[in-house]
């Protein structure tokens, strides 16, 4: 049997057992914690949140309902605005330059980009899900790294 497990807007579908449902809420639900925690630590993070769970207006950002950050952005080529999740800044925003970076290493492996290439392709990749200030120059910074001093 096939223990992979999808959310589909909020639910689970798929073939799963009730262990791998468990198992995936408890591990959805740390990581939720391990951001919302993170969120007091980033000095732009904390006084956001202040003001947003004050009553606030806060555009472009909103706070849902499980305390995680979300921004509204336009989205290229239209009219429409999309949210795009907020990550901490610090350690979980840094473990997602990584993880782009690493992640297309893997894939392109054939082919050695350039700079502006993968960062390029690292905005493209994490724009998908994310948004934060400053987001563009963090994946070029990331993108400039030699490999081997990100190990």
Avoid at 60 to 79: F, K, M, N, R, T
Avoid at 86 to 102: F, M, N, S, T
Avoid at 113 to 125: C, I, Q, T
Wanted: charged share 25%.
């Amino acid at each position: 049997m096939n223990s992979a497990v999808t959310r589909t807007e909020g639910y689970f579908s798929g073939p799963y057992s009730q262990a791998d449902v468990v198992s995936t809420v408890c591990s959805l639900a740390a990581e939720q914690h391990s951001w919302t925690e993170a969120y007091q630590n980033g000095q732009s993070t904390r006084d956001l949140l202040r003001r947003l769970l004050d009553g606030h207006k806060c555009d472009p950002y909103v706070l849902s309902e499980d305390g995680l950050l979300y921004a509204y952005v336009p989205e290229p080529d239209s009219d429409l605005e999309v949210s795009r999740l907020v990550p901490p800044e610090g350690r979980i925003r840094r473990q997602l330059l990584l993880d782009a970076k690493r992640q297309l290493r893997v894939s392109t492996s054939a082919v050695r980009l350039s700079v502006v290439e993968l960062a390029k392709r690292m905005m493209d990749s994490l724009s998908a899900n994310y948004w934060w200030i400053g987001m563009e120059k963090d994946i070029l910074s990331m993108a400039r790294q030699d490999d081997e001093v990100l190990s």
